[in-house]
Every structure is written in structure tokens, then in C-alpha cells.
């Protein structure tokens, strides 16, 4: 029969376990022999495995207060014992009486308490601590009994990511200290009272972000003690621009408040000459938002290790955000189809793309394009604490092959060949900048730094891009990484246009230089208004600091042998648009300004095209094809009017309305090329949003959606899709038709959850009719100053 061993010790020495069963003893009988002045009794296989189990209970043989009792489990094991007669008396319960133990912890984090406050976290919807690194929290411990100094001691235990280690910091030992040293994991009592300890804890500016596993350590005279983990006291560390020793530090509390602190904000497209505004709810506060942008760090599968480098925690989340790699949280769609998701134009926010992508454990959301991707970007970097805004360019150059230049190929009569001409401008595109400095860069480099969520080319072998400095695009120092040579010729690039010779080799025939990178725009710190930046990005347009900065890109391109030398030219072509543009539904107009710079009188074939494009600069159909002969006397300039009526393209419109009008041709005389490509798009109504009575947080409120159809035809399966931070989640309705020219209203209802000004965002879905949208100001007040 199996034997239960019992040792049996004074009360004041209680062992670790109170019970140890070996099924695997049969019999265990004790060795008598006489007891001698030195002799040492021998242990038996019990005593043995009970030493290498713990040494820290064991004794001895021959201890005097412990005598060893074999109890079968057919004896009562209340009788038939040795010594003093008294039952062992062992247990965890009685060994945690005489260790010092953790009665509970309070980490301080309300949103009117200290650390929040401190830490700038008071405003993120979680009952975790969220705590910026470099700066010190506190919290409170209550022990067993009163902390003695002297015989005591005490330390935290902070973990994070699947495999800790202390030599990659992310295991980490804090120690208790007197005094605290910056830059250092290190902890302090500012305060006892009775068994409650408040400590200060103090953490590096380096730290590794993410979430901490937080434990307690003790030892005293009777031994050591670590508290289990609870994930209540989980601790989500991010990084923190208010700490000047931080890579992310910014000096400005204005641009603080408008670049990590600010949850909307506005998103820009279209053309350099109409540019459309949305407002964007970013969200980064919302409940949930936070264990997202660490989810996509986990998903990653990088080391957490490396994630106290802002450097490299930006080029992770720059693929994590899209889906072509690593299932990421995008799926990019650019072909006019979206009846497996949702339309690009519809999203509104980023809380919702979030949010589902979470809920359905890390299934790419469909779907985005580049404003999406930059919004959904934005929020991430803010909510871990990086610094940054979302930037649109126009015309913005989408180089191929690097040779950092737009490279347009035509056949022998001036038509584009459309299957070589691989490289393209988008009538816009949408990226985030980041703020951080650059140690891994030469000195004067860091500051904005761009970086983009959107899968356009793959950078090191993963679709990413960035961070480039700012400082080094605009120098054109394209060596700098990451992926300056890109964003560069994004910004700064020359379009070059190459013709076909009748041996099948191409020649260059015209270069245009101011073509791309034109009103580069974010939403300005602290207003509602649009911010121009693009100085930021290039030098002005055909200055000499410009034209240096383009040459020196170019050495570095794929094409370096074939940049263009400067050509004489008498005559110039350009294309204006009067007011705001032609609006979705209208018949279009454009101005084609022709001038004679010369003395001489100058005749010209003008060859027109018209084609419908996605806002990406890829061509869907063409529409209208024109020739004409234009005669311009000496030192005159002539204005062609060029028309087109809506039924031309009313069933070819996708997505933006985007059109591309290119024109081409030759002055006789001189056998000059011109060339020229023009974008613009057509504008669409905006949906009118009405408050209706008070906005109080807890008592429901009303408000009144109106669009009216442009269209001279019936807008189908309509979807309506509004949502407001701290109003209401986001909502679909499903509207139905719309009539041609008919004028419609939405109401809806909902219920404001938090005070202060907020925005309510709405916009427009269908088939016929896309980018249809609305924001309406809405000052929520708080119901206790109302009951008042």
C-alpha cells in the first residue's frame, strides 16, 4: 500500500507542502540503529527527494523537533504518532502568515488620479494603467504586515511579449531604491501607512512598448514570496513626447495636443485645383483601439525586443495596416468593386475598421484605399504615442522602376501606350508623417519623417514604406533610408515623355518639371483649416536648391544616363480650370492657354484625348479623342475652349470622378514637342446634416440627413452610413432608391455618451454615386450642468 510521509515539525517551522504522496514507494521502513556521540543517520528516498524539492523546509536527520511518522492509508492518521502526540501542522495558508505577501495592488489609474493625469492617458476608454515611458507612476501596496526595511525587501516584476528575457529588456526586475535616477527601472516608497506602501516607480525612455505583466516580489527572514499575476494590473506602456529624452519627444504642446492628443481630424483629396475636404474620426481613445495596436504588433511576429525603436515599430505597423503580407488590417481595392465590402468612400472613422478586424481575430477588413490606410495609420501611431498627421500630395508620381523620374512612352502619332506606361500620377495620395528623431541617420535628420500604410512597392522584400526624412527628400539625398528614393520621386519627380522611332528604341522628346508634388496638405495644428507643407518636401519649383536636389536624386535612379538637358522653347501650352469645376452631372469645361513667345508665327497640330482614370493615375476607358490646327501669331496667346457633355461619361465615372484630359502635338516651324497632361474631377454634393432640439449626454436627441440626387438618373441601393465619437457607433442605413434631381432626408436618433464639442459624420454610398459626404458640429452638454 502506498505511504504518506509526514514530517513533523514545531509549529514555528512549517514546510512548503503538507502533504507529499509517492505512489510509486511500496514499503518505507526506517533504519534503527544505536545512536552514537557522531553519528549522522542515514537518509531513506522520502528525506532525499524532500531535500531536492526544498532545501529551505528540509532538516536534517537528528533535528530534535522533528520526528517521521509512516502513515499507510488504512491508519488513522491521528494515532500511532511519535513525540509530542500533536497532529504536523503545515500548509500554504499557515506558510503565508509568516512570509511577507501581497494583499492587493492599486495602480492609481482613475481618470482623476495621478498617473493618468501625469501620463496624458486620461483620456483612453480602458480600466487599465496606460503609462508613457520615461516618467515615473505610482501605485499602492498593501502587504501582510508592515514593510521593515531593514529585514525586508521588495521589488516589481514587469513582462511582456511570449519568450522574456531581462537581456532584451523585456523581463524586467525593479528594484526598491531611496533615491530614484532618470533613465533607469527603478521604484521608491514615498509613503507608508500601517501594511500600504505608495511607491514611485520610474522607467527609461527607451523602454520597450506594449503590454506589461505585473508581479511583486518579497523576502524576508522566513523566505520569498512573488504575488500571482492578475490581468486587472496589467500595464500598457507607450511611448511618450513629453519626455525629451524620448526618440518621439516634441517640443510644441500645441502640436502635442493637435498630433497624439486630437481624435479628429480632416483627410484631403482630389486635385490641386479642387480640393475636397472629409473629416475623419481617428478614435485612438476608443475602448478597444489600444489592445488593437498591440494585437497588430503581436501579430507581427517580431521581437518585442525591438519595439522600443520608434523607427522600427513604424515600419511594422506600415505593413501591419495592410494586408498583402501578413493579413494586416486592409484590403486594398482600386477596381471600382466592392460588393464583397465595404466602398473605400464609405468608411468614416477608424474605430470601425478596427474594431472588426479585432472581432474577427485579425481578418484583413475589406476595403481601403490610400485615405483609409492613412487614417487607420494615423490612429495607430497616435494611440501608441508617436506623433503624427495624415498628408495628402497631388499629383502624386507612383515610380515603378526607380530610375526617380514619371516616365510616359507614346507611339509614333502621339498616342499613350498604355502597357508600358507603368509608372503614373495620381490625381492624390494620402500618407502619414511621423515625428521621431534619427540617431541611425547623420546628425539633422529627424523631425517628420514619412511613412506609408498603402501597398504600392515592396520595401526590403514587405509591402511598407518609410520612415524617409522629410530633410533628406527635400535635399534629395536619396540614400538616407527608408525608402527615400520613393517618396521622393513621389514629391519632386520629372515627367519625361518618350517617343517611339520607327526601329522600335525610344527617344526622349519633352520633360516637364513642375508636374508633381503640388499644394502637399494637412490639417492645420489647432484649427480646422488646411495647412500647405509642401515646402517641407522640395525646395520651390525651378529654383536652383530644386534643381540640384533633382539632379542629385537622379544620379542615384535607374535612368541616371538619361536626364534631360534643357531645350529652347518659344510656345507653351497649359490648361486652366475657372472656379471650382465642372460638378458630377453637369456638362465640363476647361481653358487650353497656347502662347508664342517668339517673333515669329508659330502653327500647331493639337491632338486631345479625354479618359476616365482611377484617382491612382491608372487609365480605365477613353471617352473623347480630338485634333485640331492652331495658328498663333507673334508674341499672342490663344484660348481654346474645350467641352465635353456629361452623356459622354456618364457610364464610365468610378470611385472619385477623376479625368485625365492629355494633349499633345508639334509646332511646325521649329518641330518643338508639346505636351501635357491635365486632371480634374467632378465635384459631388455634400450631404446637409441639422441638429434637432438639445445634445445632452444620456437623453436621446435627433438629427436630420438631406442630400438631393445631381443626377439625371436613379441612384440605386442607397446606404447611408454616419457616426460620431462619443454621439453614436457607426451605423448603415439602408435607404433604398433615389429618384433623378429628387430630394431626400435621413432622420435617426441616438443617445450622446460624452460631453463637450463633438462631430457627426455621414456619408453616401451607391453604385452611381460615390464621395458623398457631411460633418456637423454638435457642442454636447453634460447632463449634470443641465439638471442644474
Given at each position: 500500500?502506498?505511504?504518506?510521509?509526514?514530517?513533523?515539525?514545531?509549529?514555528?517551522?512549517?514546510?512548503?507542502?503538507?502533504?507529499?504522496?509517492?505512489?510509486?514507494?511500496?514499503?518505507?521502513?526506517?533504519?534503527?540503529?544505536?545512536?552514537?556521540?557522531?553519528?549522522?543517520?542515514?537518509?531513506?528516498?522520502?528525506?532525499?527527494?524532500?531535500?531536492?524539492?526544498?532545501?529551505?523546509?528540509?532538516?536534517?536527520?537528528?533535528?530534535?523537533?522533528?520526528?517521521?511518522?509512516?502513515?499507510?492509508?488504512?491508519?488513522?492518521?491521528?494515532?500511532?504518532?511519535?513525540?509530542?502526540?500533536?497532529?504536523?501542522?503545515?500548509?500554504?495558508?499557515?506558510?503565508?502568515?509568516?512570509?511577507?505577501?501581497?494583499?492587493?495592488?492599486?495602480?492609481?489609474?482613475?481618470?482623476?488620479?495621478?498617473?493618468?493625469?501625469?501620463?496624458?492617458?486620461?483620456?483612453?476608454?480602458?480600466?487599465?494603467?496606460?503609462?508613457?515611458?520615461?516618467?515615473?507612476?505610482?501605485?499602492?501596496?498593501?502587504?501582510?504586515?508592515?514593510?521593515?526595511?531593514?529585514?525586508?525587501?521588495?521589488?516589481?516584476?514587469?513582462?511582456?511579449?511570449?519568450?522574456?528575457?531581462?537581456?532584451?529588456?523585456?523581463?524586467?526586475?525593479?528594484?526598491?531604491?531611496?533615491?530614484?535616477?532618470?533613465?533607469?527601472?527603478?521604484?521608491?516608497?514615498?509613503?507608508?501607512?500601517?501594511?500600504?506602501?505608495?511607491?514611485?516607480?520610474?522607467?527609461?525612455?527607451?523602454?520597450?512598448?506594449?503590454?506589461?505583466?505585473?508581479?511583486?516580489?518579497?523576502?524576508?527572514?522566513?523566505?520569498?514570496?512573488?504575488?500571482?499575476?492578475?490581468?486587472?494590473?496589467?500595464?500598457?506602456?507607450?511611448?511618450?513626447?513629453?519626455?525629451?529624452?524620448?526618440?518621439?519627444?516634441?517640443?510644441?504642446?500645441?502640436?502635442?495636443?493637435?498630433?497624439?492628443?486630437?481624435?479628429?481630424?480632416?483627410?484631403?483629396?482630389?486635385?490641386?485645383?479642387?480640393?475636397?475636404?472629409?473629416?475623419?474620426?481617428?478614435?485612438?481613445?476608443?475602448?478597444?483601439?489600444?489592445?488593437?495596436?498591440?494585437?497588430?504588433?503581436?501579430?507581427?511576429?517580431?521581437?518585442?525586443?525591438?519595439?522600443?525603436?520608434?523607427?522600427?515599430?513604424?515600419?511594422?505597423?506600415?505593413?501591419?495596416?495592410?494586408?498583402?503580407?501578413?493579413?494586416?488590417?486592409?484590403?486594398?481595392?482600386?477596381?471600382?468593386?466592392?460588393?464583397?465590402?465595404?466602398?473605400?468612400?464609405?468608411?468614416?472613422?477608424?474605430?470601425?475598421?478596427?474594431?472588426?478586424?479585432?472581432?474577427?481575430?485579425?481578418?484583413?477588413?475589406?476595403?481601403?484605399?490610400?485615405?483609409?490606410?492613412?487614417?487607420?495609420?494615423?490612429?495607430?501611431?497616435?494611440?501608441?504615442?508617436?506623433?503624427?498627421?495624415?498628408?495628402?500630395?497631388?499629383?502624386?508620381?507612383?515610380?515603378?522602376?526607380?530610375?526617380?523620374?514619371?516616365?510616359?512612352?507614346?507611339?509614333?502619332?502621339?498616342?499613350?501606350?498604355?502597357?508600358?506606361?507603368?509608372?503614373?500620377?495620381?490625381?492624390?495620395?494620402?500618407?502619414?508623417?511621423?515625428?521621431?528623431?534619427?540617431?541611425?541617420?547623420?546628425?539633422?535628420?529627424?523631425?517628420?519623417?514619412?511613412?506609408?500604410?498603402?501597398?504600392?512597392?515592396?520595401?526590403?522584400?514587405?509591402?511598407?514604406?518609410?520612415?524617409?526624412?522629410?530633410?533628406?527628400?527635400?535635399?534629395?539625398?536619396?540614400?538616407?533610408?527608408?525608402?527615400?528614393?520613393?517618396?521622393?520621386?513621389?514629391?519632386?519627380?520629372?515627367?519625361?515623355?518618350?517617343?517611339?522611332?520607327?526601329?522600335?528604341?525610344?527617344?526622349?522628346?519633352?520633360?516637364?518639371?513642375?508636374?508633381?508634388?503640388?499644394?502637399?496638405?494637412?490639417?492645420?495644428?489647432?484649427?480646422?483649416?488646411?495647412?500647405?507643407?509642401?515646402?517641407?518636401?522640395?525646395?520651390?519649383?525651378?529654383?536652383?536648391?530644386?534643381?540640384?536636389?533633382?539632379?542629385?536624386?537622379?544620379?542615384?535612379?535607374?535612368?541616371?544616363?538619361?536626364?534631360?538637358?534643357?531645350?529652347?522653347?518659344?510656345?507653351?501650352?497649359?490648361?486652366?480650370?475657372?472656379?471650382?469645376?465642372?460638378?458630377?452631372?453637369?456638362?465640363?469645361?476647361?481653358?487650353?492657354?497656347?502662347?508664342?513667345?517668339?517673333?515669329?508665327?508659330?502653327?500647331?497640330?493639337?491632338?486631345?484625348?479625354?479618359?476616365?482614370?482611377?484617382?491612382?493615375?491608372?487609365?480605365?476607358?477613353?471617352?473623347?479623342?480630338?485634333?485640331?490646327?492652331?495658328?498663333?501669331?507673334?508674341?499672342?496667346?490663344?484660348?481654346?475652349?474645350?467641352?465635353?457633355?456629361?452623356?459622354?461619361?456618364?457610364?464610365?465615372?468610378?470611385?472619385?470622378?477623376?479625368l485625365m484630359l492629355t494633349l499633345s502635338g508639334r509646332v511646325r516651324e521649329t518641330q518643338q514637342v508639346l505636351v501635357t497632361q491635365f486632371s480634374f474631377r467632378l465635384r459631388t454634393p455634400d450631404l446637409i446634416i441639422k441638429p434637432i432640439g438639445k445634445a445632452v449626454v444620456g437623453k436621446e436627441m435627433k438629427v436630420e440627413i438631406s442630400f438631393t440626387n445631381p443626377l439625371p438618373r436613379v441612384l440605386k441601393e442607397v446606404i447611408f452610413h454616419i457616426e460620431g465619437?462619443?454621439?453614436?457607433?457607426?451605423?448603415?442605413?439602408?435607404?433604398?432608391?433615389?429618384?433623378?434631381?429628387?430630394?431626400?432626408?435621413?432622420?435617426?436618433?441616438?443617445?450622446?455618451?460624452?460631453?463637450?464639442?463633438?462631430?457627426?459624420?455621414?456619408?453616401?454610398?451607391?453604385?452611381?454615386?460615390?464621395?458623398?459626404?457631411?460633418?456637423?458640429?454638435?457642442?454636447?452638454?453634460?447632463?449634470?450642468?443641465?439638471?442644474?
Open positions: 500500500m502506498p505511504a504518506v510521509i509526514s514530517p513533523v515539525r514545531d509549529r514555528s517551522d512549517v514546510g512548503r507542502f503538507p502533504t507529499v504522496t509517492f505512489p510509486f514507494v511500496e514499503d518505507v521502513e526506517e533504519e534503527k540503529e544505536e545512536p552514537g556521540a557522531n553519528d549522522v543517520k542515514k537518509e531513506n528516498a522520502c528525506q532525499q527527494w524532500w531535500r531536492k524539492a526544498c532545501a529551505c523546509c528540509y532538516k536534517q536527520p537528528g533535528d530534535d523537533d522533528v520526528t517521521e511518522t509512516v502513515v499507510t492509508e488504512a491508519e488513522d492518521p491521528d494515532k500511532g504518532e511519535e513525540g509530542n502526540g500533536e497532529k504536523p501542522t503545515t500548509g500554504e495558508g499557515n506558510l503565508n502568515e509568516l512570509l511577507l505577501t501581497v494583499k492587493s495592488i492599486d495602480l492609481m489609474k482613475r481618470k482623476t488620479e495621478h498617473n493618468l493625469q501625469e501620463h496624458h492617458t486620461d483620456l483612453y476608454q480602458s480600466d487599465k494603467l496606460i503609462i508613457r515611458r520615461g516618467q515615473t507612476f505610482q501605485m499602492w501596496i498593501t502587504l501582510s504586515r508592515p514593510f521593515d526595511p531593514l529585514t525586508d525587501k521588495l521589488h516589481l516584476e514587469l513582462k511582456t511579449g511570449l519568450l522574456p528575457e531581462v537581456s532584451k529588456g523585456t523581463h524586467v526586475i525593479v528594484p526598491l531604491v531611496e533615491d530614484l535616477e532618470d533613465g533607469r527601472w527603478e521604484a521608491t516608497v514615498v509613503k507608508q501607512e500601517d501594511r500600504r506602501l505608495k511607491l514611485s516607480v520610474n522607467s527609461p525612455p527607451t523602454a520597450v512598448i506594449g503590454r506589461y505583466q505585473l508581479t511583486v516580489g518579497t523576502s524576508c527572514a522566513n523566505g520569498p514570496y512573488t504575488s500571482t499575476r492578475d490581468p486587472a494590473n496589467d500595464i500598457y506602456m507607450l511611448f511618450n513626447p513629453w519626455c525629451d529624452d524620448d526618440l518621439v519627444y516634441m517640443d510644441s504642446e500645441a502640436e502635442r495636443q493637435e498630433c497624439v492628443l486630437n481624435d479628429v481630424g480632416r483627410i484631403y483629396y482630389g486635385t490641386e485645383h479642387q480640393i475636397g475636404e472629409r473629416t475623419w474620426d481617428y478614435g485612438q481613445f476608443s475602448d478597444g483601439i489600444l489592445a488593437v495596436c498591440v494585437f497588430l504588433l503581436e501579430k507581427s511576429r517580431t521581437p518585442n525586443s525591438g519595439w522600443g525603436d520608434p523607427v522600427n515599430v513604424v515600419r511594422i505597423l506600415s505593413a501591419m495596416v495592410n494586408s498583402p503580407d501578413d493579413l494586416g488590417v486592409l484590403e486594398g481595392r482600386w477596381d471600382g468593386n466592392y460588393s464583397l465590402g465595404t466602398a473605400p468612400t464609405v468608411w468614416s472613422g477608424s474605430v470601425e475598421i478596427l474594431q472588426e478586424y479585432y472581432k474577427n481575430k485579425g481578418t484583413p477588413v475589406k476595403y481601403g484605399q490610400c485615405w483609409v490606410f492613412a487614417g487607420v495609420f494615423t490612429t495607430v501611431l497616435r494611440c501608441l504615442g508617436i506623433p503624427a498627421r495624415t498628408v495628402t500630395n497631388f499629383s502624386s508620381a507612383h515610380d515603378t522602376d526607380v530610375s526617380l523620374t514619371t516616365d510616359v512612352y507614346l507611339d509614333e502619332n502621339f498616342e499613350p501606350i498604355t502597357h508600358l506606361n507603368a509608372d503614373s500620377t495620381w490625381n492624390f495620395h494620402v500618407w502619414t508623417d511621423c515625428w521621431m528623431a534619427r540617431p541611425d541617420l547623420p546628425h539633422g535628420y529627424g523631425g517628420w519623417q514619412t511613412v506609408d500604410a498603402t501597398p504600392q512597392e515592396t520595401s526590403q522584400g514587405t509591402y511598407c514604406c518609410g520612415p524617409a526624412s522629410l530633410t533628406a527628400v527635400r535635399n534629395g539625398q536619396v540614400y538616407l533610408k527608408h525608402d527615400s528614393p520613393f517618396v521622393f520621386a513621389e514629391v519632386n519627380s520629372d515627367k519625361i515623355y518618350w517617343q517611339k522611332t520607327t526601329d522600335g528604341t525610344f527617344r526622349q522628346i519633352y520633360s516637364e518639371k513642375n508636374i508633381v508634388g503640388h499644394a502637399i496638405s494637412t490639417k492645420a495644428v489647432g484649427s480646422d483649416e488646411r495647412l500647405d507643407i509642401t515646402h517641407l518636401y522640395k525646395h520651390p519649383e525651378g529654383s536652383e536648391e530644386e534643381r540640384i536636389a533633382v539632379e542629385t536624386a537622379c544620379s542615384y535612379g535607374s535612368k541616371a544616363a538619361a536626364f534631360p538637358s534643357p531645350t529652347t522653347e518659344d510656345v507653351t501650352l497649359e490648361v486652366f480650370l475657372e472656379g471650382d469645376g465642372p460638378k458630377m452631372g453637369e456638362d465640363a469645361e476647361l481653358t487650353i492657354k497656347l502662347r508664342n513667345k517668339s517673333s515669329e508665327q508659330r502653327n500647331i497640330t493639337l491632338h486631345s484625348q479625354l479618359a476616365v482614370m482611377y484617382y491612382t493615375g491608372v487609365h480605365k476607358a477613353t471617352v473623347k479623342r480630338d485634333k485640331a490646327d492652331v495658328e498663333i501669331l507673334p508674341n499672342e496667346e490663344n484660348e481654346l475652349t474645350w467641352a465635353m457633355e456629361y452623356k459622354m461619361y456618364k457610364d464610365q465615372l468610378i470611385d472619385q470622378g477623376a465619437l462619443g454621439l453614436l457607433p457607426a451605423r448603415k442605413i439602408e435607404f433604398g432608391n433615389i429618384g433623378s434631381q429628387e430630394s431626400v432626408s435621413v432622420a435617426q436618433h441616438f443617445v450622446p455618451s460624452l460631453p463637450g464639442p463633438r462631430k457627426l459624420l455621414a456619408s453616401l454610398d451607391s453604385k452611381q454615386l460615390t464621395q458623398v459626404h457631411g460633418v456637423c458640429d454638435i457642442n454636447v452638454e453634460d447632463k449634470s450642468s443641465v439638471d442644474s
